[in-house]
């Protein structure tokens, strides 16, 4: 009788991964992988609206749509360097700043359950339902707003007027330049609370998962907080940091200037070749982004287990 042939330690290990991503890679294949593929398809044609609407006719143009967007196009080349750029500004911030908050908020002191969902409140009021609910009581109350001055109206609709605080405070003598990068940063700044909801909720949940007995341990050898942070909590919150820093770009890029270009393009304009090539290609910049960022991390990345 022949002997059963016994699986090793790391194809166990390699089935328990696959069948883990399975749920993701069912819905890749069913959902995703079609539409990609139509984007392609999309992307190397000439897309004609059927009269009356209703269907539509592609004309193959192998690589014409390519050479209009990177010979002709007026703004797309500088718009997915711009939204790199600020992709490669905001993680680094996002990242530290809530691992920062993060530790504050995993102390323990009264009211930690309500700073907690203060933190957790812009992403809440960033949904959809929210943003149109304030967009209608800030429609309905119009006629109030109308009446103030104009600087009033304008820091009430953008958060921060450049113009209004240059010259609300050009009597104290301090230079634009430096009163322009204060409120760019101030600017940043707020963009950065709003983006760091879940990550803060994940790294509360990182650091509630490290063993005590380690604090213990490093205590009782007379490490400092700070020694501590850097041998004790960084190292095991690592795998968490890469988790965050995945859902931070793809965050970042879903309501990136490059995607909205793109949607313009496709539904405003009505060009479905370009607007789809243009989605294309900055998947691929983001893609590689993501591979090159998480390949140098993963290499630093420690696994208690």
């Keep these: 009788m022949k002997k059963k042939k016994k699986l090793t330690l790391s194809r166990k290990r390699a089935i328990v991964g696959l069948l883990f991503i399975s749920p993701w890679l069912i819905g890749f294949i069913l959902f995703y992988l079609r539409s990609l593929i139509m984007t392609i398809r999309f992307g190397m044609s000439v897309a004609t609206i059927e009269d009356g609407g209703v269907g539509y006719t592609l004309t193959y143009t192998g690589l014409a749509n390519f050479?209009?967007?990177?010979?002709?196009?007026?703004?797309?080349?500088?718009?997915?360097?711009?939204?790199?750029?600020d992709m490669v500004v905001d993680i680094p911030l996002i990242i530290f700043f809530s691992i920062f908050v993060a530790l504050l908020l995993n102390k323990k002191f009264k009211g930690r359950t309500f700073v907690r969902a203060v933190f957790f409140l812009p992403v809440i009021l960033n949904s959809e339902a929210i943003q149109q609910a304030i967009a209608l009581s800030t429609q309905l109350m119009g006629g109030g707003i109308a009446s103030a001055p104009d600087e009033i109206v304008s820091a009430t609709s953008t958060g921060v007027n450049i113009e209004y605080y240059l010259r609300l405070f050009s009597d104290i003598a301090i230079p634009d330049?430096?009163?322009?990068?204060?409120?760019?940063?101030?600017?940043?700044?707020?963009?950065i609370i709003t983006a760091s909801g879940v990550q803060i909720i994940i790294f509360i949940a990182?650091?509630?998962?490290?063993?005590?007995?380690?604090?213990?341990?490093?205590?009782?050898?007379?490490?400092?907080?700070?020694?501590?942070?850097w041998k004790v909590t960084l190292p095991m919150i690592m795998p968490l940091i890469l988790t965050n820093i995945v859902y931070t770009v793809v965050d970042n890029f879903a309501n990136s200037d490059v995607v909205q270009l793109s949607y313009n393009t496709i539904f405003m304009t009505k060009n479905y070749g370009l607007g789809s090539l243009m989605s294309l290609i900055s998947m691929i910049v983001v893609c590689l982004f993501l591979i090159i960022v998480c390949g140098t991390i993963s290499k630093k990345t420690f696994y208690y287990n």
């Design 67 to 85: 050479k209009e967007l990177f010979t002709s196009h007026p703004t797309f080349k500088q718009v997915l360097t711009s939204s790199m750029l």
């Design 206 to 229: 990182a650091l509630q998962a490290v063993p005590s007995s380690l604090y213990e341990v490093a205590k009782i050898e007379g490490a400092t907080g700070y020694e501590t942070f």
């Design 177 to 191: 330049a430096v009163f322009l990068y204060i409120i760019g940063a101030v600017s940043r700044l707020s963009s």
